[in-house]
């Protein structure tokens, strides 16, 4: 079965950091760029950070740029999202999600994030 | 970043009725754009890619097409589980965005 089980998350008062894990199961996980999303509370999704298939790109969104660092060890089929300077807007329920892409002539297209964990949930309070 | 305006934000809508969701793009993506439904305490669930490509085992009411920067969700004949939230997001450029969301309701 394909799955997705993210871990890390919890309390942290603003200014902290915290190192969110995500493990894969299932499928070739080294072929596949990954990504985090998150959801305030009541609120939409809101996509956070992507990672290529090797670990040698990542984007990231404009909220977190500079404070939040995604990386990967395919050797261990796990994504991490290492958070810091911790703001309260950054406590939300944390997603790890699967990009799935088509080769198109010479280059991957990216299409869909087509396989999704359960979430971790990230408070940020003092 | 490529902003997502979806229209409307909230629908209530009958079992059985059509309906449409609009997904603005504030600049062109071609076709890069996808759709998610997701359910409450549920992680979203991928309906439609390159704008109009549903998704396995995604059932055939389901249809998404494009105009330009303006992208549809159709749900031909709404069922008791369609009733959620959905979600366009864009694929053409990092960040890459989505949608406010467009919460369907039972009328």
């Known amino acids: 079965e394909v799955q997705l089980l993210e871990s890390g998350g919890g309390l942290v008062q603003p200014g902290g950091s915290l190192r969110l894990s995500c493990v894969a199961s299932?499928?070739?996980?080294?072929?596949?760029?990954m990504s985090w999303a998150r959801q305030a509370p009541g609120k939409g999704l809101e996509w956070v950070a992507g990672i290529s298939d090797s670990g040698g790109i990542t984007y990231y969104g404009d909220s977190v740029k500079g404070r939040f660092t995604m990386s990967r060890d395919n050797s261990k089929n796990t994504v991490f999202l290492e958070m810091e300077s911790l703001r309260a807007g950054d406590t939300a329920l944390y997603y790890c999600a699967r990009i799935s892409r088509r080769r198109s002539g010479y280059v991957y297209l990216y299409y869909g994030m087509d396989v999704w964990g359960q979430g971790t949930t990230v408070t940020v309070s003092s | 970043a490529i902003q997502l305006t979806q229209s409307p934000s909230s629908l209530s809508a009958s079992v059985g009725d059509r309906v449409t969701i609009t997904c603005r793009a504030r600049?062109?993506?071609?076709?890069?754009l996808a759709w998610y439904q997701q359910k409450p305490g549920k992680a979203p669930k991928l309906l439609i890619y390159d704008a109009s490509t549903l998704e396995t085992g995604v059932p055939s009411r389901f249809s998404g097409s494009r105009s330009g920067t303006d992208f549809t969700l159709t749900i031909g004949s709404l069922q008791p589980e369609d009733f959620a939230t959905y979600y366009c997001?864009?694929?053409?450029?990092?960040?890459?965005?989505f949608g406010q969301g467009t919460k369907l309701e039972i009328k």
């Open positions: 997001q864009q694929f053409n450029n990092y960040p890459y965005t």
């Open positions: 600049q062109g993506i071609s076709n890069a």
């Open positions: 299932g499928f070739s996980f080294s072929s596949y760029a």
